[in-house]
């Protein structure tokens, strides 16, 4: 436990640049929490694996040494975990935002399996990227949707096919505190964020809690995720609700 401040690192889904959770950082900002920053990790622009991504997320954090809480969006759950390995006592908590949880398998495409998805983006895929599918996929209203292919960014296919190492698997273990902050949205047992949620319900080693929306809760509920997560950074300061 520690009251803080905390700096918080925000690694992003796939195909998504930092900027795209900047509303998301200004309601942090405004949040009753003592932080020292918020930064969000930028994805390799090459084919790299998941140590590359796990590089862009120690990249993010400052120097000052001070206790880190990092935040997986979706596939930037793994890359989180795998930078999580090597921050020891430093790392103080991490929330999964419908993220993939290892549980349910070892990369994105073993989590998805089930689905065409892998099979698509490896036939898209040029020179090791894959291109981002369109945002509507997600359930984001047309305008909404829209902006946001404007700024989406091809992203690297053998981070969905890589393995998490031992031991980013064992950081969830070993983490003071962690949370799932799930999407509503989601239908069908094969959907992993949904599976992830449910799979959560009842366990009192985890903060878990829903919020009425699609997958991109950072796009469309802004406000509403800051609020849940200034929650769990209280609970990681000791203090509760």
Known sequence: ???????????????????????????????????????????????????AHAEAVLRAIPDQGQPVVLMGHSFGAFPMLEAGATLDARLRGAVFVDG?????????????????GPSAMRATARGGMVPPPDPAIWGLES???????QTMQPHSLASFEEDLSPQARSVID???????????????????????????????DWFSVQINGGHMLHIERPSALAYWCSQFLRMVAGKGF
Do not use: Y
């Open 1 to 51: 436990m520690s009251a803080g401040p905390f700096h918080l690192v925000i690694c992003p889904g796939a195909w998504s640049p930092p900027a795209q959770w900047d509303g998301f950082v200004e309601a942090m900002k405004r949040a009753p929490v003592d932080l020292s920053g918020v930064t969000t990790a930028r994805w390799p622009e090459t084919d790299m694996g998941l140590a």
């Open 174 to 204: 070993t983490l003071p505190r962690k949370a799932f902050i799930g999407a509503s949205a989601h239908r069908g047992s094969g959907n992993p964020f949904k599976r992830a949620f449910e799979g959560l319900e009842g366990r009192e």
């Open 143 to 149: 305008d909404l949707a829209d902006e946001l292919k």
């Open 100 to 116: 993939f949880l290892p549980d349910h398998g070892l990369s994105a495409f073993a989590q998805s399996a089930q689905s065409r």
